[in-house]
């Protein structure tokens, strides 16, 4: 989050000290707590496997602010085939692992905030250095996420976001500040 930034909530109307500059599912839409136990699933905070059969991995939608120097992001889960996922888990602790070519991906994140479905977006994921998670292209289509991402959102988006998703019966409660 960022101090620069205080804001007066449109949903609450209270002031709040701090603007969140970005926001994270904790899995990927497909997950359910009953995976928690099963052999054949893991949800890590960066790497998710479903039934030994759908593979996803952690990475950041990045949306410059205009008029600014910071950068607002969704940190989303994306699929993955099978050999793409084994191979961004065997470069993952790998130095120069940055070097790899994008993997192709499905969104599988619900940013209900947005008017039309964000789920099954086509991704790009671009593998960065060590320690740092993946960015996400989405692909240049005009659904209003892509768009955002391409051309920035105003501070005032942002806040209009912060509302949305710090009060969550607009059913964004899979998504929180971080």
């Excluded at 205080?6 to 209270?14: I, L």
């Excluded at 990927?28 to 039934?51: G, I, M, N, R, T």
């Excluded at 976001?161 to 971080?178: D, F, N, Q, S």
């Amino acid at each position: 989050m960022t101090s620069d930034h205080a804001f007066t909530c449109a949903c609450c109307g209270a002031r709040h000290s701090e603007l969140p500059m970005n926001y994270t599912a904790e899995a990927p839409a497909v997950w359910d707590a009953a995976f928690a136990d099963a052999e054949d699933c893991l949800l890590s905070a960066d790497q998710c496997v479903v039934l030994g059969q759908h593979y996803f991995v952690k990475g950041l939608i990045e949306i410059p602010v205009i008029g600014g120097d910071e950068v607002f992001s969704w940190g989303v889960w994306v699929s993955l085939s099978r050999e793409n996922f084994a191979r961004a888990a065997e470069l993952w602790d790998t130095p120069g692992r940055e070097t790899e070519r994008p993997y192709f991906g499905w969104l599988t994140t619900d940013l209900s905030v947005y008017p039309s479905p964000t789920l099954n977006l086509k991704t790009h994921v671009h593998t960065r250095p060590v320690g740092e998670r993946p960015r996400v292209e989405l692909e240049p289509i005009d659904h209003p996420l892509a768009v955002e991402q391409r051309t920035g959102i105003s501070l005032e988006r942002v806040r209009e976001i912060a509302a949305a998703v710090l009060h969550p019966g607009g059913g964004e409660a899979a998504v929180a500040a971080r």
